[in-house]
């Protein structure tokens, strides 16, 4: 790793901080310095940094009524997420993934809209639980960078063989719920145990499972001790999965949980990842059959290459967009004009669409809009969209439904296993220092 250039950048902060004088007249060295705690690569992380994602979490964890874990606990577990989110943003950083001002700010608009706020009065809430804007808008930059990297490195190269599609029709057939299907409430712990660990490693991982299901069984609360011990993504979450259909679940979840009451913890369960508890936290059953809700689209599609950038698709796609909305204009006309997919040849109309039958990128904007509603440029891996829906409707699920629903749990299954896997592989080909205890 390039190693000269950390200590320049560590140096030139150090000057920087000493160097620099307050409006009111007090030098920098009156005031609290800023300080590295961790090397990820070719970047370093700050104290500032550390204490900012720190006041983040609290904030989340209170606002969920998860019991906070000690201190100590608490700072490691945000460090390392930190690292790891550092990690995968220089990842799609590297292979090209950008997230422009523009959509940045839609997404910050579409968060503020979904919690009935104005983006004033989102950012003005955000300031009174004493949250920095500005920081928060790019770890959500981030996020999207990470997303769409997840998207592309796992979640569109699983591949999903008829045969496995035909053996969960007969699987959920022979347990009778074709038409029904059990939700579990699930949380978890997840201890990773690095790729290639020795005997002792995977020892030592072993305990620190196994002493958290100490703590449990002793009355500790499950939620505290996952945001304390748990590698997951969602650990500060108190590992907390959500709902989700029997099918959703990953098999070794499932298998556990199946036989358990809820409110029960499962024994340590051992994966290729690592070391798993899981806690049954509510179950429930559903009497009626399932219906999906199918909607009818448009859409106009910009593909990028050498020649078209993904600025000039956006600016491409603004402009059609302008045109619908200064009236006059059919997008159907305009799909045929502009549009560089198959679908252009009937007006970019994509029939019927069913969830999980799109790119998740698509669906999210998709599912955004209300009929006769056109979306902002959209970003998928096949390039630039401009959508519009038309209608929506409620269908009963028949068998070629059943089949779309198959492979998206499938999907699914897989996706969660993968995906934890790939992070661990990345983590491991890392470079990584701690300097927390050092300063």
């Known amino acids: 790793m390039k190693r000269i250039g950390l200590f320049i950048v560590m140096a030139m902060c150090a000057i920087c901080a000493n160097a620099q004088t307050e409006d009111d007249g007090t030098r920098a060295s009156d005031v609290l310095l800023d300080r590295v705690v961790a090397l990820v690569n070719d970047s370093v992380i700050t104290q500032l940094e550390l204490d900012s994602e720190i006041n ?30 550092r990690i995968l943003e220089q990842e799609a950083s590297q292979t090209g993934i950008r997230v422009s001002d523009s959509q940045l700010n839609q997404a910050l608009e579409r968060m503020a809209s979904e919690n009935n706020f104005t983006r004033e009065q989102f950012q003005e ?3 009174a639980d004493g949250l920095d804007f500005s920081r928060f808008r790019e770890k959500i930059r981030g996020e999207i960078q990470i997303a769409r990297l997840k998207e592309r490195e796992v979640d569109n190269k699983i591949n999903i063989s008829e045969a496995e599609i035909e053996n969960y029709i007969r699987s959920e057939e022979a347990k009778d719920i074709t038409e029904k299907d059990d939700e579990y409430l699930v949380a978890h712990i997840l201890v990773l145990v690095p790729e290639g660990a020795n005997a002792d490693e995977i020892r030592v991982k072993r305990e620190v499972a196994d002493d958290a299901i100490d703590r449990i069984k002793g009355g500790a609360d499950f939620r505290q001790v996952a945001a304390g011990v748990s590698d997951a993504g969602d650990a500060l979450e108190g590992g907390l999965l959500g709902w989700r259909t029997a099918s959703r679940l990953p098999e070794l979840f499932l298998d556990a949980v199946s036989g358990m009451r809820i409110g029960e913890v499962s024994v340590v369960l051992r994966s ?50 302008r045109r619908l ?5 059919d997008f159907a006309e305009l799909a045929r004009q502009h549009s560089d ?21 698509f669906e999210r904007a998709m599912d955004a809009l209300q009929p006769g509603q056109v979306s902002d440029p959209v970003r998928s891996p096949f390039g630039v969209h401009l959508i519009k829906v038309l209608e929506r409707r409620d269908e009963d699920l028949s068998e070629e439904r059943q089949r779309v629903m198959a492979r998206q749990a499938i999907r699914l299954r897989k996706a969660d296993a993968a995906y934890q896997d790939w992070v661990r592989q990345q983590r491991d080909k890392a470079y990584v220092e701690y300097r927390l205890e050092e300063n």
């Open 56 to 85: 983040f979490a609290v904030v989340q964890l209170r606002s969920q009524g998860t019991p906070l874990p000690g201190p100590t606990t608490l700072r490691r577990q945000v460090l390392e997420r930190m690292i790891i989110s």
């Open 341 to 361: 997919d198959a679908s252009a040849a009937k007006g970019g109309d994509l029939g019927w669409l069913s969830p999980g039958e799109t790119v998740p990128e």
């Open 272 to 321: 290729a990842n690592g070391f798993h508890i899981v806690k049954l936290v509510d179950k429930r059953g559903s009497d009626t059959p399932i219906i999906v809700q199918q909607t009818h689209a448009q859409h106009i599609l910009i593909r990028l290459n050498e020649i078209v950038s993904e600025d000039d698709a956006f600016q491409r796609l603004n402009g059609l967009k």
């Open 125 to 127: 809430a955000m300031l």
């Open 325 to 329: 909305e200064l009236g006059g204009e």
